[in-house]
DNA sequence: CCTTACGGTAAGTTATGGCTTACAAAGATG
DNA sequence: CATCTTTGTAAGCCATAACTTACCGTAAGG
């Protein structure tokens, strides 16, 4: 069920910039936020959607907050699109059939 | 780099009703549209989305289009997705060390 | 042909989502 | 204890994206 919450999530580029700089390990916000044409609350309004979405999560290190790569969200997208993958090409094959037939 | 077009094509819940409904073969507009929430001009338009990201292709039939899922967006993403998953994955595990030293 | 069925496109409306600034809480540091 | 750092949250602004209705082109069929 969180692949429909995932899917979202990754959608927007910047959310993906940050998901991608937690791809070799964990950062606190500040460091995530630099370099980033945002600015650091949005980069904080991003990290909770991600949160919710299943993709991060994060520790408290002293008054730094950590955040890195929960890979349960991730599984979650991984199960949806397999599942998809077979049925979908399948039915792919049966469209191509189709498709020299005409010829 | 299609990885980029279909997370957004994806991220809609009307989208991803339509094509769920591809998975197990095509069909033309007007069915597709028929039992959705929305009007089948709106339906066109998710359509369009979906064909921009490589996810479907269409092909006329008399005065039908019919749609069916385009494998190349779905390979993309698994992908882009796979990819992802080894480094997020031993970068998760470093976590879940840390985790344990703490206690 | 004339009409009907089917589907894409245009134009306009509205809701949503991403951004900013301002503020508040909570831990570190002297 | 005062202050500084780090972060989350609130409120408001604005661009965009999803929808509607209206219209147009095109193929089928009497």
Redesign the pocket.
């Known amino acids: 069920m969180a692949y429909k919450d995932a899917l ?2 990754l ?5 993906r910039k940050i998901f991608e700089r937690l791809r070799h390990g964990a950062k ?6 630099k370099g980033l ?13 991600l949160k919710e979405a299943g993709l991060v999560d ?1 520790r ?8 890195y790569i929960d890979p349960k969200g991730l599984a979650d997208l991984r199960r949806w699109l397999d599942q998809f993958w077979d049925e979908a090409l399948e039915a792919f094959r049966a469209e191509v059939e189709k498709d020299h037939e005409k010829k």
């Open positions: 979202p999530a959608a927007d580029p910047t959310r606190p916000v500040g460091v995530i936020a044409p945002v600015s650091r609350p949005a980069v904080s309004q991003h990290l909770k959607v994060d408290a290190e002293g008054t730094r907050r950590v955040y």
